[in-house]
Structures are given as structure tokens and as C-alpha cells.
């Protein structure tokens, strides 16, 4: 065969058609254009000229000469003001958004969108997007409740300006919902939560099904979609949270009613991807420039993270008024303290064996002790302002009848199989009954609360002679692990050590199961979990736990190591801390992501541990380059650990940071 000589194209030449050929068949939005370009986006409510600095009773309303320096900075420093379809023709690939982009919102529908701000924005040629709240346009005569207030309409744009504005090249009109900026009420305590995300609780016929739930969003969004519709001739295709609250459940429903943009509460920079819902800063308190630039300086510094674990079995009285006094005395606690989070029991364990007798939300499988979780995480958050985290179990449920031993973890010792003996009656996550019923068990505590984050509880574990249920051993045989018997599995050691680490992986990749349900109805949601210090100061013992730390490092948002030698039995407590302290040091890990939670209470002797050791243990954490701790019990009750002892190194109030 003859060879045919084939000329070397010019290198740059080459290069450049590849590029041309790659944007072609990908657009300017693939991830070689995308992962270089972000944009900033802003949340803005009314703006007056009589608004009292700080303190004005409206904390989300702007001063005009403030806005118009904003206008001004944004255009000296080269900021692109860019318009929502220009961000999703970039996200299309259809054309590439500029540098230092920025997306100007203001929600609600106020009258001063029309008056003052439209001026502005035609005088800066700015584009921005108005979220409209159908339900409070109408005749100026007419009155709405917005909060706890009555307002007359003329507060807000009429039909006719919002015509007027979106004939505009410069502005979108959103919806901002119909009637869904408003709180309602959400568990038998009758605390109001946000419209969009809960399901109502009626007194007489208890919680709003899912059913109901699903029209009565579908009904908002079609009226509000198509009130703008009729009343602008243009179809909205963008969908602002009202209080920046929403779900996956809620946005399924949006999209189907036309919406293709989502619009959220959420600080730092957006990533132009495909992500649907977009981040903004919301403009509160009035921000003068040195306030304003504040939003585009990326800080490396990580605040750091304290934390109080709480019972609520500590909460939980017979007695209602008892309880709302038990709370109290919780939240007052938590607010003085000033910490981040409260890692919220969930669950009912008043035998503290680590079991779920019973739950705190209402749910198809667990006796629910008490409809208190809601109550309780929605007023730290609002009357705290901690973030709460869902501290749950991931597997040691108990539902008192068979299924509890046809669904256990087995163990092999001795020749025999048997359920389980450890401390925690366990369900195996290899038997997809017992899994599809603890995922029912995390979809009704994400359905019936809103929280920040989930912590993982420590009964997710497997010794070194469990979980050989049948569902377990098709499971590792599925993942390449072939034994011919459970004696061979045993004594054979690199079997043995594949066998761990396989355990190990599948807690880890059930969990995130877990998360996903949860996100559901919670998107936004962080992860924690538990660890047992021996993973740290002697890795092997991943074959009794297991745990790995540095998968749990890579897996979850933090890892809370169980820092408590007086649970561990350590003959000398101090020396213990130290020990786990140099070799926690030894992990190439990000320090951020670790947490050290600390013992407040010697269980072995019912006796709780003295104020002036855990300082000590936190000191020596702050010293070693640790800034991440909190402590488990909190009794809130009996004052321990010692409130005026104890915050001076749990709280964060002095640290110099922008409250969200």
C-alpha cells in the first residue's frame, strides 16, 4: 500500500479551528466558557427619600440618594448592569455575558418602582427585573394585609404603570406570586410560616394534604401568571421566591405553569451554569456605599462554626404551658450565648438508650410523641437567628412489631446469624423495605419543616461482625466482593479490609439518599455527621465503625468528631483531648469542615462535666488552630454548662461580620 504523506498544519492554526469547531458543536455556554464567568445579583424592596438610616421601622427599604450612588459606583468601577435574558442567552450559548456582571431586582411592586426608580433606571440605561405581588395591585382605594398590617393599594403600582413599564426594553415584570407573600399557619402552636413551602395546619382537620398542598400552589402561580399576562401582553417567565423560601416540589409546579427562572435569597456570586434557582444579596438596612462595595469583596475568612446540641426530650413536658416555659427559657439561653447553630433533636429518646421510640413531626410510621419540632427549630431561627440542623438517625428506628427483626442488622458470631445485640436496634439500609421506610420517615420531617442543615447520628455504624442479612451479602456480592462463605469473609484478611471500607461507603452513600429527600422539600440544606474519635487517633478501627474521617471530610458539609473521653473511658481526660487534638492535626483535611463536640455530661455517672473543663478543652482547640466546636447536652434548665461562664468562648456576637 502506498503511504501518503500527510503536510503538518501550522500549531496556533490547529488550535484555533479546534476551539472554533468545540464552540460550535457546544456554544458560548459550556463549562470551558462558564467556569470563568459569574455574576453578581441584587435584591432591592422600596425606595424613599425619608428613610432613617438603619433604624427606619422598614428594614428593606433604601434611601434614594443611597440607590443612585450605588447607580454611580456600579458604573465608575466598570460593572455591567445586565438584564435576566441576557444571563439566559449566555446560559443558552447563544451569546456570551459580559465581565463584572450584575442583575438588579426589586421586589414587591411598589409604587416608588414607577416614581423613582424607572427614572433612575432609564437615566443609567440599566436594565432590571419587578417582581409584582398580583393580589395587592388593584383600585387605590382598596385595602390588603401584608404581615400584620393593613395597607392601601395605593402603596403599590396599578395596572396601568406596570403596563407602562414593561413596554420598556429596560424591565421584566416577575411574578413575586399572588397571594403567597404571607405567612400561614404551620403546626398546632400556630406559628406562621412562609405560604410557598408549608403545608397549613387547620385546628379542626390538622395538616393541609399533599394534594391540596399542589393545587393551592398551582392555582396561585396560574393567577398570578395569568393576571400579568392579560394585564402586560407579555408572558413572565421568571418566579421570585416571596422571603426567598421555596422547594423542588413548589418549582416543579412553577415550571409547569410556564415559569423558566427562579429567583432566591442567597449571598455570593452566581456561576453562570444551569442551575435554575439564582442567588441574590438582599439590600437591607439601608447600605451606604461602604456598606454597598462590602457585597464584592470575597473574603477568604470562615466565620466559625458553635454549636449547641439540644434534647428536645428536654423541651417536652404533659404540661403545655410547662413547655412553652421550657422553650422560652431555651431561646432566651440561645440568643444570649450567640452562637451559629443548635443541633436539634428530632427524634424521641427518653430512655437515651440512642433509639427512636418515637419522633417529634408528624410522619406514617413512629409514634409521634409530641408536634414539636417545627415549633421549636422555626423559633431559633426567628427569635435566635441560629440555623438549626435536624439531628436524626439514620437507621436505629424501633416500631415495636416484627418487622423490627425481619429488617435488623444481623451479626455473625459464633457460627450463628443473629439480629443485632449492640446498643442500637438497627435496621439493615441493604433491605429496601427498611430503606423506602426511612426515607418516608426523613420526606415527612423535610415536608413539615424548614431547617438549614441535617446532622447524622452516630448509629450509623457497622461493626466488624455485621450486617450479613441476606440484602447485605447480595449487596457487597453486586459490588465485586466475592466469598464463598462467611468464615472465609471473616479470616481472610484483605477480603476482610475490602469488606470495611465497602460497609463504610454504603453508610456514606445512604445518607446522601437521605439528603436528597430532604432536599426535596428543603434545597438548601447542609450535611453533618457524627464520628467516633477512635477513627481519628486509630484509623484501622474503620473495620469496628465503619467510619472513615476523610471520607466523611469529602462527603459531608462538616464532621463532627465526638470529642468525649469521659464516654470513651479515658483514664486521664486531658492527656485523651491532647492525643486526639495532635493527631486530628496529622489529616490533610480542611479545617473548616472539622467540628470537635465536646461532653457536658459524664453518662456513665449521670454527673455533668465541670464548666471550667470544657473551656479548657475549647481553649486548647482555639490554640491548636481548631475554631470549630460546641458541646452536647445543653441543659438549658439546671443553667449548664454556666451561661456567663461558658459564652465567652461560644459566641460569635464580637466577630466583625454582615448578618445575612
Known amino acids: 500500500m502506498r503511504k501518503i504523506k500527510i503536510k503538518t498544519l501550522n500549531k496556533p492554526l490547529l488550535i484555533f479551528g479546534l476551539l472554533l469547531l468545540f ?22 424592596h422600596d425606595v424613599r427619600n425619608d428613610v432613617l438610616g438603619k433604624l427606619d421601622n422598614d428594614g428593606f427599604a433604601v434611601n434614594e440618594r443611597y440607590l443612585i450612588q450605588h447607580f454611580q459606583w456600579l458604573k465608575e468601577n466598570g460593572y455591567a448592569v445586565v438584564s435576566n435574558k441576557q444571563i439566559n442567552d449566555a446560559k443558552k450559548g447563544i451569546t456570551p455575558l459580559p465581565e463584572k456582571a450584575v442583575l438588579l431586582s426589586f421586589d414587591d411592586g411598589f409604587s416608588s418602582f414607577y416614581h423613582t426608580i424607572f427614572p433612575l433606571l432609564k437615566l443609567y440605561d440599566y436594565p432590571a427585573t419587578f417582581g409584582i405581588v398580583t393580589h395587592w395591585v388593584g383600585e387605590p382605594d382598596e385595602e390588603v394585609q401584608i404581615g400584620n398590617k393593613i395597607e392601601s393599594k395605593s402603596k403599590f403600582m396599578s395596572w396601568g404603570q406596570i403596563k407602562e413599564l414593561s413596554d420598556s426594553p429596560l424591565i421584566e415584570i416577575a411574578s413575586h406570586s399572588h397571594d403567597l407573600h404571607k405567612g400561614v399557619l404551620s403546626n398546632p402552636q400556630l406559628n406562621t410560616q412562609p405560604a ?33 399576562t392579560v394585564h402586560t401582553g407579555v408572558n413572565p417567565t421568571t418566579f421570585i421566591w416571596p422571603y426567598g423560601a421555596f422547594s423542588e416540589t413548589a418549582w416543579d409546579i412553577a415550571k409547569k405553569v410556564g415559569f423558566e427562572t427562579s429567583m432566591v435569597l442567597e449571598d455570593g456570586e452566581n456561576v453562570l451554569d444551569n442551575k435554575e434557582h439564582m442567588g441574590r444579596f438582599l439590600i437591607e438596612k439601608n447600605p451606604s456605599m461602604k456598606d454597598f462595595k462590602s457585597y464584592f469583596i470575597e473574603s477568604s475568612y470562615k466565620f466559625p462554626k458553635r454549636v449547641v446540641h439540644v434534647d428536645l426530650d428536654y423541651i417536652y413536658d404533659e404540661d403545655p404551658e410547662q413547655q412553652n416555659t421550657n422553650l ?23 430512655d437515651g438508650d440512642g433509639n427512636t421510640d418515637a419522633v417529634y413531626f408528624p ?14 427549630s422555626w423559633q431559633l431561627r426567628t427569635r435566635a437567628g441560629v440555623e438549626v440542623f435536624a439531628w436524626m438517625p439514620v437507621s436505629a428506628f424501633v416500631l415495636n412489631n416484627p418487622k423490627d427483626q425481619d429488617w ?11 439480629s443485632s445485640a449492640n446498643n442500637y436496634k438497627r435496621w439493615s439500609i441493604f433491605n429496601p423495605e427498611a430503606k423506602s421506610t426511612i426515607k418516608d420517615i426523613y420526606h415527612s420531617l423535610s415536608q413539615n419543616s424548614q431547617f438549614a442543615g441535617v446532622l447524622y447520628h452516630d448509629d450509623a455504624i457497622l461493626t466488624d461482625f455485621e450486617d450479613v442479612s441476606d440484602h447485605a451479602i447480595q449487596y457487597y456480592k453486586s459490588q465485586g466482593l466475592y466469598f464463598d462463605s462467611l468464615n472465609e469473609l471473616f479470616e481472610d484478611k484483605d477480603l476482610n479490609q475490602k469488606w470495611s471500607e465497602l460497609k463504610t461507603q454504603a453508610l456514606i452513600d445512604f445518607t446522601h439518599e437521605l439528603t436528597d429527600v430532604i432536599r426535596v422539600s428543603n434545597p438548601a440544606v447542609k450535611t453533618a455527621r457524627n464520628i467516633y474519635a477512635p477513627l481519628i487517633t486509630n484509623p484501622e478501627s474503620e473495620q469496628w465503625f465503619a ?28 492527656q485523651w483531648m491532647d492525643e486526639l487534638i495532635e493527631k486530628t492535626k496529622t489529616f490533610d483535611v480542611d479545617v473548616d469542615k472539622v467540628l470537635f463536640e465536646l461532653q457536658a455530661k459524664n453518662w456513665k455517672t449521670n454527673e455533668p462535666i465541670a464548666t471550667e473543663t470544657l473551656k479548657s478543652q475549647m481553649i486548647k482547640l482555639q490554640q491548636a488552630g481548631f475554631p470549630n466546636y460546641g458541646y452536647y447536652p445543653d441543659d438549658f434548665i439546671a443553667d449548664h454548662p454556666e451561661l456567663d461562664e461558658i459564652k465567652e468562648l461560644m459566641s460569635l456576637s464580637w466577630y466583625p461580620f454582615r448578618a445575612k
Open 408 to 418: 435488623a442488622v444481623k451479626s455473625y458470631k459464633k457460627g450463628l446469624i443473629e
Open 196 to 228: 410557598a413551602v408549608t403545608r397549613i395546619f387547620d385546628p379542626e382537620n390538622g395538616y393541609e394534604s399533599e394534594a391540596n398542598y399542589s393545587n393551592r400552589i398551582k392555582n396561585d402561580m396560574n393567577t398570578s401568571y395569568g393576571l400579568i
Open 23 to 44: 464552540i460550535f458543536q457546544n456554544g458560548w455556554s459550556t463549562s470551558v466558557y462558564k467556569n470563568k464567568v459569574a455574576y453578581y445579583a441584587f435584591c432591592y
Open 328 to 350: 422560652g427559657l431555651l431561646l432566651d439561653r440561645i440568643k444570649a450565648m450567640s452562637v451559629s447553630t443548635v443541633y436539634l433533636q428530632a427524634f424521641a429518646d427518653p
Open 547 to 574: 467510619q472513615n474521617f476523610e471520607k466523611f471530610i469529602a462527603s459531608y458539609d462538616v464532621t463532627a468528631v465526638m470529642a468525649m473521653p469521659f464516654m470513651e473511658q479515658a483514664e486521664n481526660p486531658g
Open 363 to 376: 410522619n406514617n410510621h413512629l409514634p409521634v410523641r409530641a408536634d414539636l419540632f417545627n415549633r421549636v
